[in-house]
C-alpha cells in the first residue's frame, strides 16, 4: 500500500474510534472494552458510568431497577483454621516492631503531603474491604490473571483512591524491619494498620485501637467487581442491603460513616443531596464553578468544621450540610436518625464505635494462611509475586 494510502487508512481508523467512543452504547453501538457494563454500578453518578461507557456515558443515566441485582458469589477464599489476632507480627523475628514501621510511614505522608492523605488511606482500605474482602487487591496492576483493568481502574476507584505510594513506602519499612524478608508482613494487613493509623492521627490520637492480623494477600483484582462499592446517589436501602452483603450492619454503616467528616470530593458528586441547605448549595455550586474535577471539603464550611481533623463533626451535619445523598439518607429512618443524633451529642460513643465498626470491617473475607494460587504474601504491593 502506498504511503499516502496507509495515512488515509489510518485516519479512517482513528475516526471510526472515536466515533464509537463518543457514541457508546447509547447509541447502541458495542462498548469498545470489554469493561463493566453501564448499568451495574448503583448510586455512581453518569459522569462515572462515563468511564466505561465512553464519552456516551456523559448522557446516560443508568436505570433504576426495580430491585438491585445481586453481589456476584464472593471469590473463592482460603480461610484455614487460623484467626486474625492482635500482634500477631509479635513473634515474627523482625528485629523492629512492623506496626510501629507502618505508623512512621503514615506519619511522615502525613508530614510531608498533609493531613489528607489520612483520610485518603482510611478510604483505601475501605475500597479494598469491600472488593474480594481485605487482600490488598485494590493495589495491584499486575495480578495471575494478567488482566489489566484491575480494581484502582474501576469507577468509583479510577482518578480517586490515593495513597497508594504510602502503602509501598509502609512495605518496604516493615522488609527492612525483618532484615530484608518482604515474606513475613502482608499488604492486607498494612492496609489495615495504615488506615488505623490515619484515624489516629487524623483524630488527635482519640482512635486509638488495636488491628487483629494475619491476612494473606490475594493474586486476583478485577475492575468490574467495583460495583460492590456503594455510590454517593445511594438510598439507605441500598447501603444496607451492600452493607449486608458484607456481613457489617446497618449500625456499622452509620459509624463507618462518620469518616466523611474528614477529607476531599470531587464536585461532579455534591448534586445528589436534595435536603442540603440552600444557601450552601448555592455556595457549593460558585466554589465547583461548573469543574466536576474540583475538589471540595467535607465538613468544612459549617460551624466547627475542618475536613482535617477526624470528629463527630460529620453527624451534626447530616442534616442539611452533607455532600452526598448516601450521607443525607442516614436520618431518613428512625433507628439510623437515633444513631445519628447520639453521635453528634456524644463523640467518645462515635469513635469507639467507629473502631469497632473498623475492626468489623478488617474481617471481611480474609484468607489466614497461604494458598498457592490463591493467598501470599507479596514481596512488592503493587503485583503478585512470580509475574514480572
Ligand atoms: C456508605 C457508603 C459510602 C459512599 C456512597 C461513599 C462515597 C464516597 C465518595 C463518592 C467519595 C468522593 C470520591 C471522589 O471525589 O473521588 C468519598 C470520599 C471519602 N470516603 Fe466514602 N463512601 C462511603 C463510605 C465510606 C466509608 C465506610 C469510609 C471509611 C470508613 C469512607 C471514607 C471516605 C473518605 C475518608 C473520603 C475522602 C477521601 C479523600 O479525601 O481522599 N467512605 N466517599
Redesign the pocket.
Known amino acids: 500500500m502506498a504511503g499516502a494510502d496507509k495515512k488515509k487508512l489510518g485516519a479512517l481508523v482513528v475516526a471510526l474510534v472515536a466515533l464509537l467512543i463518543a457514541a457508546g452504547p447509547s447509541a447502541g453501538l458495542p462498548i469498545l472494552s470489554s469493561g463493566p457494563s453501564c448499568t451495574n454500578f448503583v448510586?455512581?453518578a453518569p459522569l462515572v458510568n462515563s468511564l466505561v461507557c465512553g464519552f456516551g456515558g456523559l448522557f446516560f443515566t443508568p436505570p433504576t431497577p426495580a430491585r438491585r441485582p445481586p453481589p456476584p458469589p464472593p471469590p473463592p477464599t482460603a480461610t484455614g483454621s487460623r484467626q486474625l489476632s492482635v500482634g500477631y507480627y509479635r513473634n515474627s523475628n523482625c528485629s523492629y516492631d512492623v506496626e510501629a514501621a507502618v505508623r512512621k510511614a503514615v506519619e511522615d505522608a502525613i508530614k510531608t503531603q498533609g493531613r489528607?492523605?489520612?483520610?485518603?488511606?482510611?478510604?483505601l482500605?475501605?475500597?479494598d474491604a469491600?472488593v474480594r474482602g481485605c487482600d490488598a487487591s485494590v493495589l495491584l496492576n499486575t495480578t495471575a490473571t494478567g488482566n489489566s483493568d484491575t480494581e484502582m481502574t474501576g469507577p468509583?476507584n479510577a482518578?480517586?483512591?490515593?495513597?497508594f505510594e504510602v502503602i509501598d513506602a509502609a512495605k518496604e519499612a516493615t522488609t527492612a524491619a525483618c532484615g530484608g524478608r518482604s515474606d513475613v508482613v502482608s499488604c492486607a494487613d498494612i492496609l489495615a494498620f495504615a488506615?488505623r493509623d490515619a484515624s489516629f492521627f487524623l483524630s488527635y490520637g482519640e482512635i486509638n485501637y488495636t488491628v487483629p492480623a494475619g491476612r494473606f494477600d490475594g493474586r486476583e483484582s478485577f475492575a468490574a467487581e467495583t460495583n460492590q462499592?456503594?455510590?454517593?446517589?445511594?438510598d439507605l436501602q441500598e447501603?444496607v442491603e451492600?452493607?449486608a452483603a458484607k456481613e457489617l450492619d446497618v449500625f456499622d454503616?452509620v459509624a463507618?460513616?462518620?469518616?466523611?467528616?474528614?477529607?476531599?470530593?470531587?464536585?461532579?458528586?455534591t448534586n445528589g443531596n436534595s435536603a442540603m441547605d440552600p444557601t450552601y448549595a448555592n455556595d457549593l455550586r460558585t466554589e465547583c464553578s461548573g469543574n466536576p474535577d474540583k475538589?471540595v471539603n467535607?465538613t468544612d464550611r459549617c460551624p466547627g468544621g475542618d475536613?482535617d481533623m477526624m470528629d463527630n463533626q460529620y453527624f451534626k451535619n447530616i442534616a442539611k450540610f452533607v455532600?452526598?445523598k448516601?450521607?443525607a439518607t442516614l436520618i431518613s429512618n428512625a433507628t439510623t436518625r437515633k444513631q445519628v443524633n447520639d453521635n453528634a451529642a456524644n463523640p467518645d460513643k462515635w469513635y469507639k464505635d467507629?473502631e469497632a465498626?473498623?475492626v468489623k470491617?478488617g474481617n471481611i473475607g480474609v484468607m489466614t494462611s497461604p494458598v498457592a494460587g490463591l493467598a501470599e504474601i507479596r514481596d512488592v504491593c503493587w503485583r503478585v509475586n512470580g509475574i514480572y
Open positions: 448510586g455512581w489528607r492523605i489520612g483520610a485518603s488511606l482510611i478510604r482500605f475501605f475500597h469491600f468509583p482518578n480517586s483512591l490515593r495513597g488506615a462499592l456503594p455510590g454517593p446517589d445511594s447501603l451492600m452493607f454503616l463507618l460513616s462518620g469518616a466523611h467528616g474528614v477529607g476531599r470530593v470531587r464536585c461532579l458528586f475538589l467535607q475536613p455532600l452526598f448516601s450521607d467507629f465498626a473498623m470491617m
